[in-house]
């Protein structure tokens, strides 16, 4: 992703929609037990897209304010989804994978490892009570329910992203280009 | 194969992000609740506060539509559960109203002042819930009133069915509620009729079952009773809550040999994840010290 004012005004647009709508929209709206989470979604689709860096710089903003609006300790999401969307962009990187149903296993991954991640961070921070085995259950319904939805915000986010992408690694025109004739040991000029 | 100056700044990066995360972390604790962070907060939830509240509003016909597809599964049981509590409340009334005439009578008898108590002595003000913590582990609500309101930190929220939480901060327009079902959340209660008392406390992951601990073992605690907050003043300490709210009901009891006091499961009456009105206790009465005429100190 091209470091331009679109480019943060896109990414910051899709942050805010985002934690407003988890915030204020779906928050009370449970299934199974659980809620779905746009937060990791929207971290992992604009890293995925975008690289490391920007995924990292994603997170740390979603978190920063995931943290400020919710009140209470300043930190955790940050860090947490900070971790997220490094970890995502760099798969990318690595990888630069580019099937089109890449939201689904990716979006799961980056669900689980907010849920645990947090948690953990949680457990090491302020948590002066029990635990119950149940968390373990609404972290698994969870990440199926963001696996259901990564799809299409995964789409949306190319959707607004688009424009300000360097290379869209999902772009299936990339991969479905015809290559050019070969011979019959893939060698150009030996055609049959 | 890879340009150092990439991996550079990409390390870098990383490190800053989380480098301010840890410092941000620090500083919250430290200044638990105030100094700049707390001021940040203020300033971004006063900054955000329109916008939660129209997209609360606007997604609220979704939310009810779902909401509704699982009230109706819920509903044949509620039903039933219901008409149940009706029978058993309708044999506790005659009881109670007895008990109340007999408690009069015998106040009056002994010039006894009456505690400053709930709901008497206590001025509500009603408020619409415009955010949710996202979290399991954090049970935190923002609500639409703030101290323009009256509204100030450490007064107890009730939902329809009973107590939901405190007021934690307070900006001028909203306010965050940190509810019982909170980590960090701790009330005093009493199980009535038995008189028991004991502190209700939360399962992280469990909404619908509170636990009532440190109730002596001697104190027998029945299925069914229910569990209202104690409201306990001392010299030096005195309750957030105020005595009487209703918190919720007996649904088990955990008797350990081990154990040097019983554990007893409590369902609040409020269902908290749901919650989307409050009041918010603004008035806590007289002190005991005023109600005697003595000049609080």
Redesign the interface.
């Known amino acids: 992703m091209r470091p331009t004012p679109g480019a943060f005004l896109r990414a910051g647009a899709i942050a805010v929609v985002a934690v407003i709508l988890q915030l204020s929209g779906l928050g009370p709206l449970r299934f199974f037990g659980a809620t779905p989470d746009l937060t990791p979604l929207v971290v992992a689709a604009v890293a995925i897209y975008a690289g490391s860096i920007p995924g990292a710089a994603m997170g740390f903003g979603t978190g920063l304010l995931l943290d400020l609006l919710v009140g209470g300790t300043m930190g955790p999401s940050s860090l947490v989804l900070t971790a997220v969307g490094y970890w995502v962009g760099r798969y990318r990187e690595v990888r630069d994978p580019a099937h089109g149903l890449l939201p689904i296993p990716v979006g799961a991954v980056a669900t689980l490892g907010w849920a645990l991640a947090f948690a953990a961070v949680s457990f090491m921070l302020d948590v002066g009570t029990t635990v119950s085995p149940l968390v373990l259950r609404e972290m698994l319904v969870a990440t199926a329910l963001n696996t259901i939805i990564a799809l299409p915000v995964f789409w949306l986010c190319r959707r607004v992203l688009r424009p300000a992408l360097a290379v869209d690694p999902l772009d299936a025109r990339r991969r479905r280009r015809k290559p050019r004739g070969t011979g019959p040991l893939g060698l150009r000029g030996l055609e049959v | 194969m890879f340009d150092s100056k990439v991996v550079r ?2 390390r870098a ?2 490190a800053i ?2 480098v ?10 430290g200044q638990s609740g105030g100094g700049i ?1 707390g001021a ?2 203020g300033g ?2 006063t900054v ?1 506060a329109p ?3 129209g ?2 509003r606007a ?1 609220k016909p ?2 009810d539509l ?2 509704w597809v ?1 009230d109706t599964f819920d509903a044949k049981g509620e039903n039933k559960r219901l008409q149940a509590e009706v029978e058993d409340l309708r044999k506790q009334l005659g009881g109670s109203a007895t008990a109340q005439r007999d408690a009069e009578q015998l106040r009056a008898l002994v010039k006894l002042n009456r505690d400053a108590g709930f709901p008497t002595d206590t001025k509500p003000v009603a408020a619409r819930v ?9 049970s ?1 609500v ?1 609500i639409d009133r703030g101290s323009d309101d009256g509204i100030k930190k450490d007064q107890p929220v009730i939902s329809a069915g009973g107590l939901a939480g405190k007021v ?2 307070v900006s001028g327009g909203s306010a ?1 509620v940190t509810l019982i079902t909170d ?2 959340s701790a009330v005093s209660a009493q199980v009535m009729p038995d008189g028991a008392n004991g502190i209700v ?6 909404p619908d ?1 509170l ?1 009532l601990d440190f109730v002596e073992k001697k104190r027998r605690v029945t299925e069914g009773t229910t569990v209202v907050t104690s409201g306990f003043r001392s010299s030096r300490v005195e309750s957030l809550f105020p005595r009487g709210i209703p918190i919720g009901r007996v649904t088990k009891v955990d008797l350990d040999e081990v154990e040097l006091y019983q554990r007893v499961h409590l369902k609040p009456f409020a269902d908290l ?4 009105f409050v009041q918010v206790l603004t008035s806590r009465g007289r002190t005991a010290t005023e109600q005697a005429g003595v000049p609080a100190p």
Not at chain 2, 201 to 206: L, M, R, S
Not at chain 2, 273 to 276: E, F, H, K, S, W
């Open positions: 700044r990409r990066a990383l992000f989380v301010l995360s840890m410092v941000m972390l620090t500083a919250s604790f962070l940040l907060q971004a939830q955000f916008l939660e509240k997209a609360g997604l979704a939310r779902f909401g699982g415009i955010v949710r913590s996202p979290t399991v582990w954090y935190t923002k934690s901060s965050d980590g960090a406390k939360p399962e992280v992951g469990k079952d636990l994840r749901r919650v989307d």
